[in-house]
């Protein structure tokens, strides 16, 4: 299978502080990227969906400009946690897609775990 | 309804035996299906995909896909105690670019 990279793959930060994710598609060119977000014992939450080139369509109840998406290339896309706080402590996730045989294909990364003090 | 179900279990099988994970969805439209595997703490992993009816083997993995019933399903034979995870079903709904999930199935093969 195709292989997807996260950056880091766990970060601990002050309250108030931004954290940057990266997420690379290592390879083959991800038509699409999504970034999930997962607390323990619970389900995936998909967060937002990026195309290269064009702005994140997120998902109800994620707010954009707290989380920063930014899909600068068919490779890489980031994830910005802007003024983070003890409950967006998670694990996050980011997935890229391309088409494989003829269909679209999911392959996730490592995932980052994030804990804001 | 939600859009895939899945039991949570957990569903707890011997080693060697057969393990038998189902999903049912509700959008008659919807024409792939993934399973992925996840460990405690780490990220999904795709190991199987199917499109059409019928079976699909790879390795001790088999998956079926029945759409007139709406439910796919992976059977995971040799069950090892490495196999113990949650598998989670995951399809393409409607037109949508994006996966919906099941909420996963927990697997435990006990020795």
């Known amino acids: 299978g195709a292989v997807v990279s996260q950056h880091p793959s766990r970060v601990i930060c002050k309250s108030g502080t931004s954290v940057k994710i990266e997420c690379r598609s290592l390879?083959?060119?991800?038509?699409?990227m999504f970034w999930y977000r997962q607390f323990p014992k619970q389900s995936l939450m998909l967060m937002a969906t990026?195309?290269?080139?064009?702005?994140?369509?997120?998902e109800q109840g994620v707010e954009k400009d707290k989380f920063l998406i930014n899909h600068a290339s068919l490779t890489l896309s980031t994830l910005t946690v802007t003024s983070a706080h003890p409950e967006d402590s998670s694990f996050y996730i980011c997935?890229?897609?391309?088409?494989?045989?003829?269909?679209?294909?999911?392959?996730f990364g490592p995932g980052t775990r994030l804990t804001v003090l | 309804q939600k859009e895939v179900e899945q039991n949570s279990g957990p569903l707890s099988v011997p080693e060697g035996a057969i393990a038998s994970l189902n999903c049912t969805y509700s959008?008659?439209?919807?024409?792939?299906f993934f399973w992925y595997r996840q460990y405690s703490g780490k990220s999904p992993e795709l190991i199987m995909s199917?499109?059409?009816?019928g079976d699909k083997e790879d390795g001790r993995f088999t998956a079926q896909l029945n759409k007139a019933s709406q439910y796919v399903s992976l059977l995971i034979r040799d069950s090892q105690p490495s196999d113990s995870a949650t598998y989670l079903c995951?399809?393409?709904?409607?037109?949508?670019?994006?996966?919906?999930f099941g909420t996963g199935t927990r697997l435990q093969v006990t020795l």
């Open positions: 199917i499109y059409s009816n």
């Open positions: 959008d008659r439209g919807s024409q792939s």
């Open positions: 990026s195309n290269e080139g064009s702005k994140a369509t997120y």
């Open positions: 390879d083959f060119q991800a038509t699409t």
């Open positions: 997935s890229a897609s391309s088409h494989f045989e003829g269909y679209n294909e999911q392959f």
């Open positions: 995951a399809l393409y709904t409607g037109t949508a670019s994006k996966l919906t």
